[in-house]
C-alpha cells in the first residue's frame, strides 16, 4: 500500500514537472515570436530612418505646399516617392467611424472647413482643403493592399483603444503593418492584448511624473517597444538623452522638416526622425 502510495506521488511529481516545462516552452515561443516581430519592425524604422508625418508635403494645383493633409493623395504621393513608414492621424466621424484626419483648432478638423462634428458620409464628400480627396479607414486599406511593403504609424486623436479595436474587427490581416503609438503606460496593455505588438512610446503627451527617466527606464525593461518617439528639442537635454540611450530602445524625434537638422539629429544619436519631407536628400 505505502509502495502504492510513493509511486502515486511520485507520478504527480512526475506530472506536475512535465506540465511546467511545457508551460515554460509554450511561454519561451510565444515571447521568441513576439521579439522577432518588434525588432523585425524595428530594423525596418531603423533603416528606413525617416517616418513621414501626416501623409506627408503634397503640393496643390496652384503651387501651394500643405502639410497636414492626412489625404489619400498624399498618402499615395509619399508611396511613390519611396517611402514606406508613413504617419497618420485618426479620428472619429460623429457616427464613430475611423476616418484620417487631424483635429483642428478653429475647425473640427485640418483642411475640413466644418465646426462641429460630421458623419463618415459627409466626411466623404469633402475634400482637404478644398483640393484633396479625405480618407477613411477603409480607403486607407485600400492603399495598404496596393502598397505591400506600407507601414501605418498611427497618431489617434480620439480613444486610442476604441480604434485600435474598430482597425482589428475590420482588417485583422493588416494589423501587423499598424505600428501604434501610444501617449500613457496604461494604453500597452488592452493595446497589446487586441494584437498590436509594434508599438511605440511617444512622449508628446507625457507629463512631468510620466517623463521622469527612471519610470521610462523601468517600462521600457518591462515592455517590448519598437521605439520611444520625443520633440528633437529634447537631444539638447544631455541627461535625459543619456538616459534613453540606454534603455537600447530605437529613438525617433519629431517633427524636422530641415535637412541639415536631420543630419544633426541623427549624428547626436537618434535613428530616425519624422518628417513632413517626402523626398530625402
Known amino acids: 500500500m505505502e509502495e502504492k502510495r510513493v509511486k502515486k506521488k511520485e507520478l504527480c511529481i512526475s506530472v ?15 515571447e521568441k515570436t513576439y521579439t522577432d516581430k518588434v525588432y523585425a519592425t524595428r530594423k525596418i524604422l531603423c533603416d528606413k530612418k525617416y517616418i513621414i508625418h501626416a501623409g506627408g508635403y503634397i503640393e496643390g494645383a496652384c503651387g501651394t505646399i500643405y502639410s497636414y493633409t492626412n489625404s489619400k493623395d498624399a498618402l499615395i504621393n509619399s508611396c511613390k516617392n519611396g517611402n514606406s513608414v508613413v504617419e497618420i492621424d485618426f479620428m472619429l466621424s460623429k457616427d464613430g467611424k475611423v476616418i484620417c484626419a487631424h483635429d483642428g483648432v478653429e475647425t473640427w478638423a485640418v483642411g475640413i472647413n466644418v465646426i462641429e462634428p460630421i458623419t463618415l458620409a459627409e466626411f466623404k464628400e469633402k475634400k482637404v482643403f478644398d483640393e484633396f480627396e479625405t480618407m477613411a479607414l477603409d ?10 511593403g506600407l507601414y501605418i504609424v498611427t497618431d489617434v486623436k480620439d480613444d486610442n483603444v476604441r480604434i485600435c479595436k474598430l482597425i482589428k474587427d475590420f482588417y485583422p490581416d493588416l494589423q ?7 501617449y500613457h503606460k496604461e ?3 488592452p493595446i497589446y492584448d487586441l494584437g498590436f505588438h509594434n508599438i511605440i512610446y511617444t512622449l508628446y503627451k507625457s507629463n512631468s511624473e510620466e517623463l521622469r527617466t527612471d519610470v521610462l527606464k523601468d517600462f ?9 518617439t520625443f520633440w528633437e528639442s529634447y537631444l539638447e537635454y544631455t541627461y535625459f538623452w543619456e ?12 517633427t524636422v522638416n530641415d535637412e541639415n ?17 517626402v523626398t530625402h536628400k
Do not use: W
Open 16 to 30: 506536475f514537472l512535465i506540465l511546467t516545462l511545457l508551460l515554460c516552452f509554450t511561454t519561451a515561443s510565444r
Open 139 to 148: 480607403d486607407l486599406a485600400k492603399v495598404m493592399y496596393e502598397y505591400e
Open 176 to 182: 501587423d503593418r499598424f505600428i501604434i503609438q501610444i
Open 187 to 189: 494604453e500597452y496593455t
Open 220 to 228: 521600457a525593461e518591462k515592455h517590448e517597444l519598437v521605439a520611444f
Open 243 to 254: 538616459a534613453m540611450k540606454e534603455t537600447k530602445v530605437p529613438i525617433f524625434v519629431h
Open 261 to 277: 537638422r536631420i543630419r544633426d539629429c541623427l549624428n547626436l544619436g537618434a535613428n530616425g526622425v519624422y518628417t513632413d519631407l
